[in-house]
């Protein structure tokens, strides 16, 4: 059973940067696409970004688009989701999610079997 745990959340002014980390149990994401999702108070669940297996592939979604960046870090075995230039409407909980994939590619969407527990981002002046 893959564990997932995020943290870097926390309260940041409009215009600033935070990086989230989403640290897994395995020894290697190398069999895994991870995704990141956010859920804001009275919202739907939002599919935010997704990295494949290799790296080779990454998405976005529009609303997060040249400010958000996924990467891996392959010593750590550890996901981040890299945010700049934070907007009010950018607070929500983010979750991390992972899917045991073949291929190169990922969807934002999932669908994914492994999630973390979250953690909050509030970005308010």
């Known amino acids: 059973q893959l564990q997932l745990v995020e943290s870097g959340g926390g309260l940041v002014q409009p215009g600033g940067s935070l990086r989230l980390s989403c640290a897994t149990s395995?020894?290697?994401?190398?069999?895994?696409?991870v995704g990141w999702f956010r859920q804001a108070p009275g919202k739907e669940r939002e599919g935010v970004s997704c990295?494949?297996?290799?790296?080779?592939?990454?998405n976005y979604a529009d609303s997060v688009k040249g400010r958000f960046t996924i990467s891996r870090e392959k010593a750590e075995n550890t996901v981040y989701l890299k945010m700049s230039s934070l907007k009010p409407e950018d607070k929500a909980v983010y979750y991390c999610?992972?899917?045991?994939?073949?291929?190169?590619?990922?969807?934002?969407?999932?669908?994914?079997?492994?999630w973390g527990q979250g953690t909050q981002v509030t970005v308010s002046s």
């Open positions: 395995e020894l290697t994401l190398d069999r895994y696409s």
């Open positions: 999610a992972a899917v045991r994939r073949t291929g190169g590619t990922c969807v934002i969407d999932g669908p994914y079997d492994y």
């Open positions: 990295r494949s297996r290799s790296g080779g592939t990454t």
